[in-house]
């Protein structure tokens, strides 16, 4: 996972959504390709209740020298995190929950590789498990924040079985508050349904921020019409979870 859209409706926010949030969400600016460094819409506890606000994606741990890291943290291992340098404060002390539309993946079985938007098979919006950090050396101060992910057999093939982790609506104040035993936590919640379909690999570019990257695709038309997207330098979409 390394882009992911919000751009919310009423109908699609479920009623176990705060009213406060729900109307924080529709309020936000319509993302359709949120990619790591840009700002996003984060679920957190500010002053013992739960807010929204735009977080950058792309974890910075409060410690580190500048704000930016030499690692990859867009995403955290479920399985790894509590053990981690760089999340095992944010684990403890720091969660959120990141809204989304869906979120776009990789099939690098194909040649060209081709993208794909997987999102609920119910059409509601997801919530995320994330984690949130504050780096306050300099100014202008950061908060950022990465999403937890794990294997997930719902994530229809030719995709990887694995992606992010996802708290039912009426859970979501539970995970951002602080539950005793988390990953256990995380892995009792049951995961949603999904769906998957190809969508066009203009999402490659950062700039590309428009509804139409949700439209479906024929992969062998959109491969002729995007051939030049090869050459646009995207190292996050290196490494696919």
Known sequence: MRRFVQSFSAEALPPAVPRAIA?????GPDRFNIAVRKPA????????RLV??????????????????KYTTVTARLERAPRSRIFKRPWEQRRCVVPL???????????????????AQSGAVLFAAGLWDFWHREEPH???????????????????????VFVPAEK????????????????????????AYPVSRRIKSRDADDYTLLDPV?????????????????????EDD
């Open 218 to 238: 024929d992969p062998l038309e959109d491969a002729v019409a995007t051939a030049g997207f090869d050459d646009i330098d995207n190292n996050e979409e290196d």
């Open 172 to 195: 979501i104040g539970a995970w951002i508050e602080g539950v005793w035993f988390p990953q256990r936590f995380l892995r009792q919640v049951a995961q949603p349904a999904l769906e």
């Open 101 to 119: 539309n869906g979120y776009y993946k990789w099939d690098r079985s194909a040649s060209p590789p081709q993208p794909y938007f997987i999102q």
């Open 23 to 27: 109307l924080a969400l529709l309020e």
């Open 142 to 164: 950061v908060y950022s924040f990465a999403i937890l992910t794990s294997g997930n057999p719902a994530i229809p093939p030719p995709l990887t079985p694995d992606g992010p």
């Open 41 to 48: 819409a984060v679920i957190f506890e500010r002053e013992d």
């Open 52 to 69: 929204v606000e735009d977080f950058d994606w792309g974890l910075i741990p409060s410690w580190s020298k500048l704000p930016e890291t």
